[in-house]
């Protein structure tokens, strides 16, 4: 009779890349925003941890913070995997930012150039209607045909602006509020939530409006 398998324990080494893999993992969460925090399915005592590690800013008490907290999520597989699901929605909203600012640049480059320029000026009406056609028309010429690096600049720093309209900012469909809460992580810059959809409504114009509840991105880097 075949005795019963027994895994063997992880080596020392095996245990030593898994604490070095969270401890990793906690210095990618005290790098998030707090509404990302919020996004934890953490206990109080976790989240009070947490919070102790952010503040902490002399080196070594931080790092013995770090320590600390991770292996209390060593020993909680549930608090280990909300972190990480965290961790890899924000890299992934990192990554489509990133995605976003090389299609700004390549539609600014078909813009600037003459054989190109219409078919990119409609691209960009489409794909981000607060875009001002006349604007960006009159800049790439300048580009075009004096290579002033003002207009350049200008134009990417146009379609930035236009790229990160809020959903308040400009007309366009409703949408379910739980798509929209999947999506952007916020109610429509805090204005009034219908049944069904989000409905902003301007207050002051005594008007309302539909809106679209794509959340855009922002750039953190330089105009370019």
Same mark, same amino acid.
């Given at each position: 009779?075949?005795?019963?398998?027994?895994?063997?324990?992880?080596?020392? @080494? =095996? &245990?030593? +890349?898994?604490?070095?893999?969270?401890? %990793?993992?906690? /210095?990618?969460? !005290? $790098?998030?925003?707090?509404?990302?925090?919020?996004?934890?399915?953490?206990?109080?005592?976790?989240?009070?941890?947490?919070?102790?590690?952010?503040?902490?800013?002399?080196?070594?008490?931080?790092?013995?913070?770090?320590?600390?907290? @991770? =292996? &209390?999520? +060593?020993?909680?597989?549930?608090?280990? %995997?909300?972190? /990480?699901?965290? !961790? $890899?929605?924000?890299?992934?909203?990192?990554?489509?930012?990133?995605?976003?600012?090389?299609?700004?640049?390549?539609?600014?480059?078909?813009?600037?150039?003459?054989?190109?320029?219409?078919?990119?000026?409609?691209?960009?009406?489409?794909?981000?209607?607060?875009?001002?056609?006349?604007?960006?028309?009159?800049?790439? /010429?300048?580009?075009?045909?004096?290579?002033?690096?003002?207009?350049?600049?200008?134009?990417?720093?146009?379609?930035?602006?236009?790229?990160?309209?809020?959903?308040?900012?400009?007309?366009?469909?409703?949408?379910?509020?739980?798509?929209?809460?999947?999506?952007?992580?916020?109610?429509?810059?805090?204005?009034?939530?219908?049944?069904?959809?989000?409905?902003?409504?301007?207050?002051?114009?005594?008007?309302?409006?539909?809106?679209?509840?794509?959340?855009?991105?922002?750039?953190?880097?330089?105009?370019?």
């Amino acid at each position: 009779m075949k005795e019963p398998y027994i895994p063997a324990a992880p080596s020392r @080494s =095996a &245990l030593k +890349r898994q604490a070095h893999q969270v401890e %990793e993992l906690v /210095r990618g969460l !005290l $790098d998030l925003g707090v509404s990302q925090i919020e996004r934890l399915q953490w206990d109080q005592s976790l989240r009070a941890e947490l919070d102790l590690a952010r503040k902490t800013r002399q080196h070594g008490a931080r790092k013995r913070q770090i320590k600390h907290l @991770s =292996a &209390l999520l +060593r020993r909680d597989s549930e608090a280990l %995997e909300s972190a /990480r699901e965290v !961790l $890899d929605a924000s890299n992934g909203a990192h990554r489509a930012q990133v995605q976003d600012f090389h299609q700004l640049e390549d539609l600014r480059e078909r813009l600037c150039q003459a054989q190109t320029r219409a078919d990119a000026l409609q691209e960009a009406l489409q794909r981000y209607p607060a875009c001002d056609e006349a604007l960006l028309e009159r800049l790439a /010429r300048s580009y075009g045909e004096t290579g002033d690096r003002r207009s350049y600049r200008e134009i990417f720093r146009h379609l930035r602006t236009a790229a990160e309209k809020r959903p308040c900012e400009m007309p366009g469909q409703i949408r379910p509020i739980a798509a929209l809460e999947k999506e952007s992580g916020y109610d429509c810059c805090g204005k009034e939530v219908v049944a069904g959809g989000i409905d902003c409504r301007d207050l002051s114009a005594g008007a309302g409006r539909n809106l679209p509840v794509s959340p855009g991105f922002r750039f953190s880097a330089d105009d370019r």
